[in-house]
Every structure is written in C-alpha cells, then in structure tokens.
C-alpha cells in the first residue's frame, strides 16, 4: 500500500472541512490501519470491522444491498463509517454538536476519494 500520504491528505483536508472531528481512520475491512490521526487506532480499526461485518450481514439480510455506511450516537459524540472503495472504509468520531448532515456529506466524499485512492495501490503491481 503505497498511498498512506494521499489517503493522509484526504484526512486532513476532511478534518478542515469539519472541525467537529475528533479523529479519522481509514482502514481495510479485516481492521488494518491505512491512515489515521486518532488515538487507540489499532483499537478502532479491530472494531470498525467487526461491525463492518455485522452491518454488511444486516443490510444483505435484510434485502438493503452492500454497504454503503454505519452511524452509531453516544452520549458524547458520534462514530461513523463510510464504505471506501472495494476494500476500506472510513471512520470518523464527532462531537455531538457535529450537523449529522454535513458530516455524511464530507465523510462520504471523503471515503469516495480514500477508496479510490487505496483501490489504484492495491492494482499497482509492487516492485520487487
């Protein structure tokens, strides 16, 4: 994965445009950090997957297509993931003052670009 700068950029180009954000993460959908500026990463990455995993099983289940995005409210702020291309996703943590709206208007531009950029690396063949 050569794209950890670019993917970087889109992060903190997203972190500009919403200042409400408290960390980004773009990672694989098996949990392996790509890009970040959010502590406990690791931490994160594990658990966006899991419920990548169970949200992919609802939607399918459920008749709702592929996954497109999660949005989970706490009392302190919100936790959103967004598909990222074919094997990343996006996640973002929020303030709970953040305009829900504008945060899936930026994050799924966002993810759109993340994913873009990740799929291009991955096709890339590696130099040996």
Known sequence: M???TE??????RLRARLPQLR??????????VLATDTAE??????????ALSVAQ????TT??????ELLVRGESGYVA???????AVLTVLA??????????LEARRAGARVGALVDAALERPQDA
């Open 95 to 104: 303030e709970p003052r953040t305009n829900v709206g504008r945060l899936h």
């Open 63 to 68: 008749g709702q297509g592929g996954f497109k």
């Open 7 to 12: 993917v970087l950029g889109e992060i903190r």
């Open 23 to 32: 960390g980004v993460l773009a990672a694989s959908i098996d949990g392996l």
């Open 57 to 60: 099983r609802l939607t399918e």
């Open 41 to 50: 990463a690791e931490s994160v990455a594990a658990l966006t997957a899991a």
């Open 2 to 4: 050569t794209a950890e």
């Open 81 to 87: 993931t967004y598909a990222a291309g074919s094997s």
